[in-house]
């Protein structure tokens, strides 16, 4: 009989240990999983009001025409544009500033597109490169040249 107690006692021992353990497994996966959200939430990020902007019909004598894309840093870090690939040298250009963009703060990316010489439709992607972790930004400019009367 005192081996049966014995035995039972034991196994709700060891019942109680391994069922702390698994609720503390458990707290630690959803600590684990709140560390992680706010992470994702902190550090710089990025917001623009519009990623294309459309042209429309512009006449090839225009030259250079441009627009702005504007974006809010809406992070906890300040964000920093590393560089901005254009994918058409030549005819498309990118300004934009050095300067780190402070959470709250507004800026923008101003794009210009050369028309003489490029009649027809055009749809160009403009790739921003920044510090905001795991993030590549496409901007997109298009319409459509008219070409010059001769």
């Known amino acids: 009989m005192k081996k049966t107690i014995i035995i039972l006692l034991c ?6 240990v391994l069922f702390a353990q698994n609720r503390s497994s458990r707290r630690n996966a959803v ?6 959200q706010a992470q994702r939430s902190t550090g710089p990020q990025m917001s623009f009001e519009t990623s294309v902007h459309d042209f429309g ?3 090839e004598e ?14 906890t870090a300040p964000v920093i544009i590393l560089r901005i690939g254009t994918g058409c040298p030549g005819c498309t250009f990118a300004s934009y500033t050095r300067e780190p963009i402070l959470p709250g703060q507004n800026s923008k990316i101003t794009i210009e597109y050369a028309t003489t010489g490029r009649p027809g439709a055009f749809n160009r ?4 490169h920044t510090n905001v972790p795991d993030t590549v930004f496409t901007l ?11």
């Open 11 to 16: 196994g709700i021992v060891l019942g109680g």
């Open 31 to 36: 600590q684990q999983q709140e560390a992680a």
């Open 57 to 59: 019909t512009v006449r």
């Open 62 to 75: 225009a030259g250079r025409i441009s627009t702005h894309f504007e974006f809010t840093n809406t992070g």
């Open 125 to 128: 992607p403009v790739t921003v």
């Open 140 to 150: 997109f400019i298009r319409g459509t040249v008219a070409p010059r009367q001769q």
